[in-house]
């Protein structure tokens, strides 16, 4: 048997983050570290009420003050919005009405938080004192809060223009097809599930800092993002410019997890600013703002059925889901619902799918994209169906699966919803899961816990998602004349370890270090395109290209070594920063070879992928419940995926840790409530709770890889995928254990707080 020998450096190794030590030292610069000379301050007036007209009464007065450089509000920003990018057409074939997003109200808002003022001050306080003391009249009008509440026949209208607070209607998959299925079942299941709303609350909070260059006429942008050509691209777009107009730099970014993708007022507000005033303008946000103004995530009701002839084999799939979508249509907003029942049918052979969607307004932040973007809900609804389906036919979760898993042999698969799974073996990783997790050894500790009377439960999830949407990432490499190799690609880190990863590859290229080589993103000036960071897209699409540039540069390189030592180029090796001839001490360094060429060697390479990734992989969640306070507590945890081929196992690891630590934390507690006035009662740390280290379980994680043939190096993407696997692994967990030690039959679903399961166990008593 062959032994796989771990590489030192390429695709494989095991590698540390060579970007940590700045940032654990203190050293990394954040959008927040940068204030450059003459700044300017900018705060943002928010409104106080849900939905009301309004009008601002001083503003005039508050541009006297001193101190206070400038006072805008929707009067001076007529016609300016942000643009709704999800063009998608409804299921009757329409596309649906759009109303405006202002970047500042001007006579009426619709969520607290709502932006109705930008108030610019030589310094914070006075900016902040200067924006409590604008008088914003507020005339009340009726709010609606909740997704059912706005469905309602006699519902208060978000945009009454529109006679309905149904934003859109969405269809996948085949109806007619569906409804022939369920009428020859032999019986349906059916289940209700919630997917909580979100907020990201990434360490980092948002900020900007704007420079104009009168000169030119050429802003300077700086902030974190998940991407600057696609922000530059759509701040162009509400201030009327052409691209060349806009540099965004992107400093180190504490978090993303999607939100920050979007493109937020406060940016184009900032740059206005900046040219009004011809200083820089700097804008940082604070927690509470977050809360009130950056997207949330999530919060869908969904309804499905499932239907099943004589032996539990599935004939078809219903799914309703109804999405929240907030006051407006926020930037890629009703693309996540769309995308996330384009994944309604998971694992499973189902040979009728019918998803619908329904985007519903209501008076509350808007939704966008979070941490798996759809995908997370799409696998939420199906693994904790077919666990149902499992209970009602007798088979269990594991039985109901197997039976029901597309085989290996069926692969490539073309689901319903027009998803093309290539490569994969559910069964193997749900087997090799199982067996880690001692699967067999649960009952026994089941009745240990039971005699200290507690109840014990055991949960999987089965997931596949989709990732690495169709499209590139150009790469371009440079050796320079000192002999430095350089590499420029238009992906963002916001800490994945980007630098680390593409480092890897153009090492074991040229036979370096990885210290050896830089890593340069977020400048849109010095990175000529680029496609951001977002649906774990970074290494899938952008490594291929990073390989192909390597392997570009490295035969540039060795053919102008061949002909000064005298050599044939296939006897050349690189290593050590030298191309020396193989089995002799001829050699020759990098920087001689760049310095005799006179110029800066570039190889620039752009691998195209037409067709998505589907990472997929099973989580087992075993959990224990203290039936007289409802806390629960995750006793172990066991995740074995396929992510097609490991780049770096320590990156890997972190990504997946990351993302199951945020699974578990909405399933066992994040959640955010407004009242019935459409005020946020969850508007902070001290009222919305997440899960803490303390809380979190020990996970042991291995893939069970098999190579991707739609991507060019076999990768199938990971960074969301913690988040999707996981929220299901729990709560069906907790439901098996609330139903074994309580007789608890009703769904519990997310977040399963300890008060929500002692009244689920109360209930059934």
């Not at 084999?313 to 407006?328: E, N, R």
């Not at 002999?483 to 890897?504: D, E, K, R, V």
């Amino acid at each position: 048997m062959n032994q796989m020998v771990t590489p030192k450096f390429g695709v494989g190794a095991p590698l540390r983050r060579k970007e940590d030590e700045p940032l654990i030292t203190g050293q990394g610069i954040y959008t927040a570290d940068y204030t450059p000379e003459g700044c300017l301050h900018g705060y943002v007036v928010r409104s106080a009420m849900a939905h009301a007209k309004i009008s601002v009464e001083n503003a005039n007065e508050i541009r006297e003050m001193e101190g206070v450089r400038l006072v805008l509000t929707g009067a001076e920003l007529a016609g300016k919005t942000l643009p709704m990018m999800a063009k998608l057409k409804q299921i009757d074939g329409t596309h649906f009405d759009v109303p405006p997003h202002p970047v500042l109200c001007s006579d009426e808002v619709r969520f607290v938080g709502d932006a109705i003022a930008f108030v610019v001050a030589e310094d914070l306080n006075t900016a902040r004192n200067a924006a409590e003391m604008l008088e914003v009249d507020y005339e009340p009008l009726d709010v609606v809060i909740g997704i059912e509440n706005a469905l309602a026949p006699d519902a208060v209208k978000v945009w009454p223009e529109f006679d309905s607070n149904v934003a859109f209607t969405f269809g996948q998959g085949l109806h007619a097809r569906t409804e022939e299925a369920f009428a020859s079942a032999d019986k349906v299941v059916s289940i209700d599930v919630v997917n909580n709303r979100v907020v990201a609350n990434y360490m980092e909070l948002r900020g900007c800092v704007a420079e104009f260059n009168a000169g030119d006429g050429r802003f300077k942008l700086t902030l974190g993002t998940q991407g600057g050509h696609g922000m530059r691209d759509v701040l162009c777009k509400i201030l009327e410019l052409e691209e060349d107009k806009i540099q965004v730099i992107t400093p180190e970014v504490g978090g993303g997890f999607g939100t920050k993708i979007f493109c937020y007022r406060e940016y184009p507000l900032a740059m206005i600013a900046a040219r009004s005033l011809g200083k820089p303008v700097r804008w940082a946000g604070e927690r509470m703002d977050h809360f009130v103004t950056d997207a949330h995530g999530r919060d869908n009701l969904t309804h499905a059925e499932l239907a099943l002839d004589a032996d539990s084999k599935i004939l078809g799939l219903k799914v309703h889901v109804k999405a929240a979508m907030g006051a407006y249509l926020h930037q890629f907003g009703p693309f996540i619902p769309w995308v996330g029942v384009s994944m309604s049918s998971g694992l499973y052979d189902i040979p009728a799918v019918f998803a619908k969607v329904e985007g519903v307004y209501m008076h509350t932040v808007p939704t966008d994209a979070f941490r798996g973007a759809g995908r997370p809900e799409a696998a939420y609804l199906i693994e904790r169906l077919i666990d149902k389906a499992g209970e009602e036919t007798g088979l269990g979760p594991v039985e109901i699966r197997k039976r029901n898993f597309i085989a290996k042999e069926q692969l490539p698969y073309t689901t319903q919803t027009g998803r093309l799974y290539d490569t994969g073996d559910f069964s193997g990783h749900l087997d090799k899961a199982m067996e880690v997790a001692d699967w067999v050894g649960f009952k026994a500790r089941q009745d240990e816990s039971a005699r200290s009377g507690k109840y014990r439960g055991i949960g999987i999830s089965s997931y596949i998602e989709c990732c690495a949407f169709p499209g590139s990432e150009e790469a371009t490499l440079e050796l320079s004349a000192e002999g430095n190799l350089t590499l420029l690609i238009g992906t963002q880190t916001n800490g994945q370890g980007h630098a680390t990863a593409y480092s890897q590859v153009v090492a074991e290229k040229f036979g370096v270090s990885i210290e050896d080589v830089e890593v340069i993103q977020g400048d849109t000036d010095l990175v000529r395109k680029g496609g951001g960071t977002g649906g774990s897209r970074s290494i899938p699409l952008g490594l291929p290209s990073v390989r192909d540039a390597s392997n570009t540069l490295v035969k540039k390189v060795k053919e102008l070594a061949a002909d000064r030592l005298e050599a044939g180029v296939e006897d050349l090796e690189l290593e050590s920063g030298v191309v020396r001839v193989v089995g002799t001490d001829q050699q020759i360094t990098l920087a001689e070879i760049a310095a005799e060429a006179g110029e800066t060697l570039m190889a620039r390479e752009e691998v195209n992928q037409t067709e998505a990734t589907y990472p997929n992989g099973t989580h087992i969640c075993e959990v224990e419940i203290d039936p007289d306070t409802g806390d629960v507590a995750i006793e172990n945890y066991v995740i074995v995926d396929d992510f097609g081929v490991t780049v770096n196992p320590l990156l890997l690891a972190g990504q997946v840790h990351g993302g199951t630590a945020s699974a578990l934390s909405q399933a066992l507690c994040e959640h955010t409530v407004y009242d019935e006035d459409g005020q946020l009662l969850t508007a902070s740390l001290l009222d919305y709770r997440m899960l803490r280290a303390a809380d979190l379980p020990d996970i042991h994680f291995e893939t069970r890889n098999v190579p991707s043939t739609t991507n060019a190096m076999g990768i199938k993407g990971a960074g969301e995928a913690g988040t999707i696997g996981g929220c299901a692994s729990v709560m069906n967990a907790i439901q098996h254990a609330l139903k074994d030690g309580a007789g608890v039959r009703e769904i519990v679903d997310m977040p399963a707080t300890p008060l929500r399961v002692w009244e689920a166990i109360q209930s059934a008593k």
